[in-house]
């Protein structure tokens, strides 16, 4: 089947068999594998791109679900030389160590910064419930997105 | 995850004239559930109908005594909405609770409650408001619509279209999560409608249901202490790696306490 969307800013039209998943037309047919699967069971948060302006875990999609969508990848928010505040701070806060979850994170991070007013610590660390690290034991993670919070 | 065919229909008909004739259709709302289902292969349709696209299912109306919410609503619709929290802040509160943000973001009440997932939070509001599930067909009272694990009064092909939930004069939902999934493993909704309380519990049994042991008590002394004496029978109850069947029935009165005490602050 056709799926037509939207993916940083450039339409695409793809033929897919109906039970791709979002995350599968992201990596290998656009080739963008910025955004990881950790788990594949919606546990993870990895796969974590925004639908719509809104969080959700693309392993847990159909790419026919995001028909007309308007979809937002890491690599859509920054790139090395511009990095995204969200980014920049996580480089900052020496908040991701193997750096497989930081897509997913960074992409919560900007969910919750966009839907939350005045973040503090606690509202955070429930914002990142649907994402795990192995690494680093979050603690960097919550103050990089507090400092971006803080700064807005 | 098997191969099927995909549809988007754009009204109820259509749905339902799509399911008529497929060999083995399932409907798709958030997907939350069923897509991993259907990774595992436990379930496996050959035709997957997107209610995405069904107008009649969507939007949130509040009057004096109601709040119906469209069963394509998704948890942080509804925990976000201003108009909700306003007539009926006990639903925003329990859907703001439910799994993470990115399934929130995902996931529909209309599924949640199809489902009837015996640890969903979703049912202790339709059984605890005493709520009405509607479908294209008919309307469902809340207390005869969750049947079994995982089965509820809804026939092959029927859609759920709104809920209705009743306004109580003050309500308040407990649960006590699970660590890693933070489904419910006892979660208890109180509702006082000024004269009857009624009592949701979910997580406990194969479905949820009222307790009505702890409702006869809080229609005597609406006190937390009143559910100190109640005999909440654990035969028949979920029994688990998460909690002990014995375990769930502790619970049902723990976070029944805990829910009466936030309703009385309110
Ligand atoms: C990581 C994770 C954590 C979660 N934690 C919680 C939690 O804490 N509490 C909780 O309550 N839930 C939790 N959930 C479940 C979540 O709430 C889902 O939204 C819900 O189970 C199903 O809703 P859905 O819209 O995704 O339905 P789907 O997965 O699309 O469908 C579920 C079932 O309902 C049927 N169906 C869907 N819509 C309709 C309709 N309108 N009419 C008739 N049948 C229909 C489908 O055919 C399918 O059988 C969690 C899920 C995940 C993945
Ligand atoms: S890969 Fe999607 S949640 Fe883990
Ligand atoms: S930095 Fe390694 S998993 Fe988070």
Do not use: W
Not at chain 2, 105 to 121: E, H, K, L, Y
């Amino acid at each position: 089947m056709k799926v037509t969307l939207t993916v940083n800013g450039t339409e695409h039209a793809v033929e897919v068999p109906a039970n791709t998943l979002l995350v599968d037309l992201i990596r290998v047919n656009l080739q963008l594998t910025g955004t990881h699967v950790g788990c594949d069971t919606t546990q993870c948060g990895a796969c974590t791109v925004h639908l719509d302006g809104r969080a959700v875990k693309a392993c847990s999609m159909l790419a026919a679900q995001a028909e007309g969508a308007h979809v937002t990848t890491i690599e859509g928010i920054g790139d090395p030389e511009n990095l995204h505040p969200m980014q920049a701070a996580f480089r900052e806060h020496h908040a991701l160590q193997c750096g497989f979850c930081t897509p997913g994170m960074i992409m919560q991070a900007i969910d919750l910064i966009d839907n939350n007013d005045g973040l503090d610590s606690q509202t955070i660390r429930e914002g990142l419930e649907g994402n795990i690290c192995r690494c680093t034991g979050y603690h960097n993670i919550v103050r990089a997105i507090e400092s971006v919070a803080n700064a807005s | 995850m098997y191969q099927f065919n995909y549809h988007k229909p754009a009204s109820l008909d259509e749905a339902v004239a799509l399911f008529r004739e497929a060999d083995d259709p399932m409907y798709l709302s958030g997907g939350m559930t069923l897509l991993a289902t259907m990774k595992q292969r436990l379930a496996a349709p050959t035709d997957l109908i997107d209610l995405a696209g069904i107008a009649e299912m969507t939007g949130v109306q509040v009057n004096a005594d109601a709040v119906r919410v469209g069963a394509f609503t998704t948890h942080n619709v509804v925990a976000g909405s201003a108009e909700i929290q306003q007539a009926l802040p006990v639903l925003s509160q329990l859907a703001g609770l439910i799994g993470d943000n990115q399934v929130r973001n995902r996931g529909t009440i209309g599924g949640s409650v199809a489902n009837s997932d015996p640890s969903a939070d979703y049912p202790a509001a339709v059984v605890g408001l005493g709520g009405t599930v509607h479908t294209q067909q008919r309307s469902i009272s809340g207390d005869e619509f969750f049947q079994d694990l995982f089965e509820t009064a809804l026939q092959p092909g029927e859609i759920i279209t709104h809920i209705d939930f009743p306004i109580p004069k003050r309500a308040a939902y407990r649960k006590f999560p699970n660590p890693a999934s933070r489904y419910a493993v006892v979660g208890v909704l109180i509702a006082d409608f000024g004269g009857s309380v009624r009592v949701g519990v979910t997580g406990a049994g194969p479905c949820a249901f009222r307790a009505s042991g702890i409702e006869e008590v809080l229609n005597e002394h609406l006190d937390p202490s009143a559910i100190n004496g109640v005999e909440v029978p654990d035969a028949g109850f979920n029994n688990d790696l998460h909690a002990s069947a014995e375990y769930r029935a502790h619970l049902v009165k723990v976070m029944a306490r805990r829910a009466l005490s936030d309703l009385l602050k309110t």
